[in-house]
C-alpha cells in the first residue's frame, strides 16, 4: 500500500552496528506497529504506538526500540544489531474509534541482513 | 486476548472452492473475526471481517456460526495467484486496548 512506506527496503549491515529503519504514512492513522517475520513464520509484534505519546513493548522487544516522530512517522532501530535479528520487518497502521473496523494497512517491508 | 487455531497448511487445484477455518473458543462478545492474506515477501492485506453468519465481498466469504466459537473463510473457485499465507485474528476493534495478533497462518497451497 503506497500510503505506508518504510526505508531502507533492503539493508545489510554487520553485527555491533546500530541500524534505524524508517515508516511513513500518509493515511492519518493514530496507531502504528512494527512486525518481525522469520522465514516460513507469522508475524512478531516488537513495538506498538497507539499515539505519539503512547507506545508500548510487543512479544518480542528485547534489542530494539522505537521513535514515533510525529503521527506519521514511526521508526525502529536496533542499538547494536545481532544475526538473529536478520527478518523480514513490516510496519502497519490502522485508525480506532468507534465503528472502525480497525484494518491494518501493511508497509512494502524491510529485508534486514546482518551479518 | 482470544487465541486461535487454524491448520499450518492446505492444498488445492484450480477452480476449487477453499474453505480454512479457524477455531477461536474463547471468544469475547465484542470481538470481530478479521482475515489477511500475505504473498510472499509482501505485507498482510485485509481480505474481510465479520461478527456473526455469513458475509462476502468480492474476494471471499466468512462463515460464522452462532456459537462464534469458530469461523470459515470460503475461497470460490481458487487460482494459482490465491496461493498465499492466511492468517485469522479474533479481537474488539473498538476496544481501546485491541492489538493485532497474527499467528502462524494458513499456507495454501494451489496446483495447476
Known amino acids: 500500500d503506497a500510503d505506508v512506506t518504510q526505508t531502507p527496503r533492503n539493508r545489510i549491515t554487520k553485527t555491533g552496528k546500530r541500524i534505524m529503519l524508517e515508516c511513513s504514512q500518509t493515511k492519518g492513522h493514530d496507531r502504528m506497529y512494527w512486525y518481525r517475520q522469520d522465514p516460513g513464520l507469522g508475524l512478531q509484534l516488537i513495538y506498538y504506538s497507539f499515539d505519539v505519546k503512547d507506545i508500548n513493548k510487543g512479544e518480542i522487544s528485547d534489542g530494539y526500540s522505537v521513535s514515533r516522530q510525529a503521527q506519521a512517522k514511526f521508526s525502529l532501530s536496533l542499538e547494536s544489531a545481532i544475526p538473529n535479528q536478520t527478518a523480514l520487518y513490516f510496519c502497519?497502521?490502522?485508525?480506532?474509534?468507534?465503528?472502525?473496523?480497525?484494518?491494518?494497512?501493511f508497509g512494502p517491508g524491510t529485508r534486514l541482513t546482518v551479518l | 486476548l482470544a487465541k486461535t487455531t487454524q491448520p499450518i497448511s492446505m492444498d488445492s487445484y484450480e477452480g476449487q472452492e477453499v474453505n480454512i477455518t479457524c477455531s477461536h473458543n474463547n471468544i469475547a462478545t465484542n470481538d470481530y473475526i478479521t482475515w489477511y492474506q500475505q504473498f510472499p515477501s509482501q505485507g498482510p492485506r485485509f481480505i474481510i471481517q465479520g461478527y456473526k453468519t455469513k458475509v462476502t465481498n468480492e474476494v471471499a466469504s466468512l462463515f460464522i456460526p452462532a456459537d462464534r466459537k469458530s469461523s470459515t473463510l470460503s475461497l470460490p473457485r481458487v487460482s494459482l495467484s490465491d496461493t498465499a499465507v492466511y492468517y485469522c485474528l479474533v479481537g474488539d476493534p473498538a476496544g481501546g486496548s485491541y492489538i493485532p495478533t497474527f499467528g502462524r497462518g494458513t499456507s495454501l497451497i494451489v496446483h495447476p
Open positions: 502497519a497502521t490502522s485508525e480506532t474509534g468507534q465503528g472502525a473496523t480497525d484494518t491494518q494497512y
